[in-house]
């Protein structure tokens, strides 16, 4: 049980990976820290703490945001979700299996962010959203191919150390079109 907010922390409920947890906590901590110290959910790393380099990426509903510039206190009611809520039915989800079928990844410590990154690209560019690379922007033509370029320009805000990039662009672009072929069958 938390114990009583004082004037300088709140009780706050996240709700995380489709479970609710009520702490308290200072008002200055970070989504990341509390995901971190306070709920041990440890997939979350903190890289350069900030916002600069991705590795703390998580999806607030269903968004990408970089969880050490993220209070904990302003995301109460919104629906957060790791790297650890991803995978579904003991199954992979098609990012995570992506990046594990084409070493994605090599120390592995950006690779929850740039999964979590991944993820939301996939479905900003299946809403037809453009990037800063995008030729035709115009609405009425749609998504643009996801070509390398796309990939590139989109996970641009996650990086690695190691230099997974050639990796992570095919994870990334073989996790999409299996979300295409998925659609398509539906």
């Known amino acids: 049980m938390a114990p009583p907010p004082s004037s300088t922390s709140s009780a706050v409920t996240l709700k995380i990976n489709g479970d609710k947890h009520t702490l308290s906590v200072d008002h200055r901590t970070t989504l990341l820290d509390a ?41 109460e009611d919104r629906e957060i979700t790791t790297v650890e809520g991803l995978a579904e039915a003991g199954q992979l989800h098609p990012v995570q299996q992506a990046f594990l079928d084409l070493d994605g990844y090599q120390c592995g410590y950006c690779t929850p962010g740039q999964i979590c990154s991944a993820v939301a690209v996939i ?24 070509t390398a370029d796309e990939i590139r320009e989109r996970m641009s805000g996650n990086l690695c150390r190691c230099g997974a ?3 992570i662009v095919q ?16």
């Open 35 to 75: 995901l971190r110290e306070r709920l041990d959910l440890t997939g979350t790393k903190k890289g350069c703490d900030q916002g600069q380099c991705g590795a703390c990426t998580v999806l607030l509903d269903g968004r990408r945001a970089v969880a050490c510039l993220q209070l904990a206190v302003a995301a």
């Open 123 to 146: 479905e900003e560019h299946a809403a037809g959203w453009p990037s800063a690379v995008t030729d035709d922007v115009r609405p009425e033509v749609g998504a643009p191919p996801l």
């Open 165 to 167: 990039y050639v990796s």
């Open 171 to 186: 994870a990334v672009a073989r996790a999409a079109e299996a979300r295409m072929s998925q659609e398509a069958a539906v």
